[in-house]
């Protein structure tokens, strides 16, 4: 490892001692200077980003990479008023989430703390340096951030406005930190853990970089893969409902994680598959199908299996028609991804079967897969949507960044043979 | 991957899905029932162990070895009673542990659920075959175990017992599976998922096999690391208190991860010293210092660099003066393992500040370091101690053997822009 690299961990983990300690007003002063910091430098943050993107243009990266890069004045306030939103949450740390005595006179008591230092390795959005290391600092836990390389200038100058707010609050800057070296064998070394330094790596990134933290991490990761979501509307679904749920599902945003890939609609009423259908080609919506969606409109293309698993992130969807809720339950745990799912139906019994039987982190009954998100959870800012299974599933916001130990406090209690 | 160990993995994946439906009752008959046929088979697997054993003592292994190995008509009935006691708990799924309305009207439960397949690797000790199965299928998991060589005839005969008695309650046998082969390769197998079958590796066993757990997991582990435990006797400590507490922590069970390692005297109160020292020679403990602890007490032998950081498991302990509570904090910082560490002293402040500082998943106040165990934390059976810091910290029993997912009701809501 590089004497650089192992400096940036020996500092991450200092500083997580220091703030793992702080009080929640310094945190959340901190928050907001860096709110403050963010503002000030707004002109110096668009005119680092216009280097990157310069750099950007010249590889011919594709468009919805360079929107992503992309900061407007509007996005830089974004991101002030994004710290300052967490500043308002709940501190997380030191809750007593359980409490309890035991015969022999000992209280145990299971309280909240930070996990220490979380490593984020993002692609080339300079917004999530300022959301990633806000809800850390919040969290009480050292990031080390290492952006995507086309993103550099801006995060570079986004980190420096966090480290001043931090400063400004008596807290250590060390608390985050961007790593600075454009060599990619950088990445790996944080995915070993960095000598023992890094507790926990984010991705947050496409396929290609999911892959990579799967195959190297030597240390626990929050882990996101895909997000094929379904909306299965049951034979006793109210059909304006259905309808709705399944436009908003697929077409609000097409592009985030809770988008529906796949609509599985009960052969025991067919007559649904028409309407349904026809509100997703009017809202703009390419329809892939199964031989029987093929047959209720014209406009449907055929579906191959390759679409039962695919993420589209765009305007296309997959539709099928299944034997009732245990039809839509065997597709799914075939083809899902285990991230969020959704059953329409007026059956309260169906629902509660659905919701029971799907492994999802998040199954839901007659509301859009949409939700699928931190704030609207009421988790405030979140830091991506978990699809492992342990600790985080689901939306990661500051409460699960953190950790818990045992305090337990006697009067001389010894342990009998 | 051969095609044995991936029919094995196939196997376990849909015994889970049947195993997570499973109700209660069912689970616990099926946990009586394989004590039952563990008594029944009794002299069956004792004849089995005799088998392993001898096959173990042309190894010339080490005795404590052989020991773990070895079973006894006390021991078979030990594994049998455990499988009762695990009966007896409450069943940790399905429990909404939190449930909230949002604005919009969704009401959000977080209902506890099993977390899938478990692989369990595990030393020649025919006891954890019983207890790991157990409390896998108390929580709704498949678990595929892969216990040492040295004890296959003794595990293998203890699994078919726990299958057969899933098979008398009328659930999948394949829930609870043993790893047929002695080729070490299946260990590489079940630490890379076993192709997606796998959710989560627990490792039983000594350094050897948890750093090979640590290098080469591709899923999830609860890792045990050593138990640097630690006692801090403060100056303000009742003294009679601290010898009982320490003594206790040291030499109760010299073997468990719980047991001290490390006593720290606090040097503003250096009368301590030599009456601790003392009631620990007289216990038969072999005590080594630094130079304060060896002018106390000529027989106390001079301390390495290297005893401050070695898990003796033995009745050794190294001792040291230091500099008041904040001492004893930088200390165990520097030489502990994040386990469990204990202050002696009156002093609350200085109790809570220990408590506070020390990132350890069990801290203690005026209690003996060998409380660090499931039965004492009221958890029933544990399958280790996870000194990891992700979802399970400290002990491991059925509850930790969970995850939970979002159960989202609504009543048509969509997601607004």
């Given at each position: 490892?590089?004497s650089?690299m192992?400096?940036l961990?020996?500092?991450?983990?200092?500083?997580?001692k220091s703030?793992?300690?702080?009080?929640t007003?310094?945190?959340?002063?901190?928050l907001?200077a860096?709110?403050?910091?963010?503002?000030?430098?707004?002109k110096?943050?668009?005119t680092?980003?216009?280097?990157?993107?310069?750099?950007a243009?010249?590889?011919?990266?594709?468009?919805?990479?360079?929107?992503?890069?992309?900061?407007?004045?509007a996005?830089?306030e974004?991101?002030a008023a994004?710290?300052?939103?967490?500043?308002?949450?709940?501190d997380?740390?030191?809750?007593v989430?359980?409490?309890?005595?035991?015969p022999?006179?000992?209280q145990?008591?299971?309280?909240?703390?930070p996990?220490?230092?979380?490593?984020?390795?993002?692609?080339s959005r300079?917004?999530v340096?300022?959301?990633?290391?806000g809800?850390?600092?919040?969290?009480?836990?050292?990031?080390?951030l290492?952006?995507?390389?086309?993103g550099?200038?801006?995060?570079?100058l986004i980190t420096?406005?966090l480290?001043?707010?931090?400063?400004?609050?008596g807290?250590?800057?060390n608390?985050?930190?961007m790593?600075?070296t454009?060599?990619?064998?950088?990445?790996?070394?944080?995915l070993a853990?960095?000598?023992?330094?890094?507790d926990?790596?984010?991705?947050r990134?496409?396929?290609s970089?999911?892959?990579?933290v799967q195959s190297?991490?030597?240390?626990p990761?929050?882990?996101?893969?895909e997000?094929?979501c379904?909306?299965?509307?049951d034979?006793?679904a109210e059909?304006?409902?259905?309808?709705?749920?399944v436009?908003?599902?697929k077409?609000?945003?097409t592009?985030?994680?809770?988008?529906?890939e796949?609509?599985?609609?009960d052969?025991?009423?067919i007559s649904n598959?028409?309407?349904?259908?026809s509100?997703l080609i009017?809202?703009?919506?390419?329809?892939?199908?199964?031989?029987g969606?093929?047959?209720?409109n014209?406009?449907?293309?055929?579906?191959?299996?390759e679409d039962?698993s695919?993420?589209y992130?765009?305007?296309i969807?997959?539709?099928?028609v299944?034997?009732?809720v245990?039809?839509a339950?065997?597709h799914?745990?075939?083809?899902?991804?285990?991230h969020?799912?959704a059953?329409?139906?007026?059956d309260q019994a169906?629902a509660?079967?659905?919701l029971?039987e799907?492994d999802s982190?998040?199954?839901?009954?007659?509301?859009?897969?949409?939700?699928?998100?931190?704030?609207?959870?009421?988790?405030?800012?979140?830091i991506g949507?978990?699809?492992?299974?342990l600790?985080?599933r689901?939306?990661?916001?500051v409460?699960q960044?953190?950790?818990?130990?045992y305090?337990i406090?006697?009067?001389g209690q010894i342990?009998p043979?």
């Amino acid at each position: 490892m590089t004497s650089e690299m192992m400096e940036l961990g020996h500092r991450a983990r200092a500083a997580a001692k220091s703030l793992a300690a702080a009080t929640t007003d310094a945190k959340d002063a901190a928050l907001h200077a860096m709110a403050t910091h963010i503002r000030a430098a707004s002109k110096a943050i668009l005119t680092a980003n216009a280097k990157d993107l310069e750099g950007a243009k010249s590889k011919e990266l594709k468009s919805s990479f360079v929107d992503r890069l992309t900061l407007t004045p509007a996005r830089v306030e974004a991101m002030a008023a994004g710290l300052e939103d967490i500043a308002v949450l709940k501190d997380p740390v030191g809750r007593v989430t359980e409490k309890w005595t035991r015969p022999n006179g000992l209280q145990i008591s299971r309280i909240s703390v930070p996990i220490g230092v979380i490593g984020i390795v993002f692609e080339s959005r300079p917004n999530v340096t300022a959301d990633a290391g806000g809800l850390c600092v919040k969290s009480g836990n050292a990031a080390i951030l290492r952006g995507g390389t086309d993103g550099f200038h801006t995060s570079q100058l986004i980190t420096k406005c966090l480290q001043a707010g931090l400063k400004d609050a008596g807290l250590n800057p060390n608390a985050i930190q961007m790593v600075q070296t454009a060599d990619r064998t950088a990445v790996g070394e944080m995915l070993a853990g960095l000598g023992g330094t890094i507790d926990l790596i984010v991705p947050r990134g496409g396929k290609s970089l999911v892959a990579r933290v799967q195959s190297e991490a030597r240390v626990p990761v929050f882990s996101h893969l895909e997000g094929i979501c379904h909306v299965y509307v049951d034979k006793a679904a109210e059909l304006e409902m259905a309808k709705a749920i399944v436009l908003n599902s697929k077409m609000r945003r097409t592009g985030v994680c809770g988008s529906a890939e796949t609509i599985l609609i009960d052969g025991a009423k067919i007559s649904n598959l028409a309407p349904i259908i026809s509100v997703l080609i009017n809202a703009g919506c390419e329809v892939r199908g199964d031989a029987g969606t093929m047959a209720a409109n014209a406009a449907v293309k055929p579906a191959t299996e390759e679409d039962w698993s695919t993420e589209y992130l765009d305007s296309i969807v997959s539709m099928r028609v299944v034997d009732g809720v245990n039809g839509a339950i065997n597709h799914i745990t075939k083809y899902g991804s285990q991230h969020t799912d959704a059953i329409v139906t007026e059956d309260q019994a169906t629902a509660d079967h659905f919701l029971k039987e799907l492994d999802s982190a998040i199954v839901l009954h007659n509301a859009s897969t949409q939700f699928a998100d931190g704030g609207e959870f009421g988790f405030g800012a979140e830091i991506g949507i978990a699809t492992g299974k342990l600790h985080a599933r689901g939306p990661v916001g500051v409460e699960q960044l953190t950790t818990f130990k045992y305090q337990i406090r006697g009067s001389g209690q010894i342990r009998p043979e």
